[in-house]
């Protein structure tokens, strides 16, 4: 597996009787890049392995895939719940003004007076916008209250992913007062 695999979803079962892997994309499936790859990682117990993907297109909420190798039936739903994942360099270029939420994690969030605010450790989806999730150095996870930031233009002002650096207009005060 390269070193640089993303979870982008998990198999779900099977879909059909000629073994198409039913997978939930981990984003809204129109958005995910797994109907564009020639190539998913599998990994789950017991199986950590490449397959080509002959065919993938988007089913409602989920993504129906033909994998090489796959079949039937039953070889597809023993896949079931294995992570579907491609490699980071494998990805599209973001388009302008865009960026990839994996290529968030691990930057430093700074504010307009220049205090490092904390690591990016995740960024979720809680409604109408993102949020990103602050890790402290040195801190334990889960030994403070979570640090969010609205990943939106009001909050974040830069993003400038070469220098690993997200520049917010926060202040520290905003979890205090919580």
Excluded: K
């Excluded at 000629?18 to 017991?46: A, E, F, K, M």
């Excluded at 896949?79 to 930057?107: K, N, Q, T």
């Excluded at 009001?154 to 919580?178: M, N, S, T």
């Amino acid at each position: 597996m390269p070193t640089d695999a993303v979870a982008l979803g998990r198999v779900a079962g099977a879909w059909g009787v000629r073994g198409w892997l039913r997978v939930t994309p981990y984003n809204d499936p129109h958005d995910s890049i797994l109907t564009r790859q020639p190539c998913w990682w599998l990994r789950g117990p017991g199986i950590c392995r490449l397959f080509g993907i002959e065919q993938a297109r988007v089913h409602g909420e989920q993504i129906v895939a033909r994998a090489h190798g796959i079949d039937d039936r039953e070889r597809a739903r023993a896949l079931e719940g294995c992570e579907v994942l491609v490699s980071r360099a494998a990805f599209p270029v973001a388009a302008p003004g865009e960026v990839y939420w994996i290529d968030l994690i691990g930057c430093v969030v700074c504010n307009l007076a220049g205090e490092t605010l904390g690591l990016v450790a995740a960024v979720e989806a809680f409604g109408a916008d993102p949020v990103l999730q602050l890790g402290v150095p040195g801190e334990a996870p889960g030994s403070a209250p979570a640090r969010l930031i609205p990943f939106v233009p009001a909050y974040v002002l830069e993003v400038d992913l070469a220098g690993r650096r997200i520049v917010a207009d926060w202040h520290r005060a905003y979890w205090e007062e919580r």
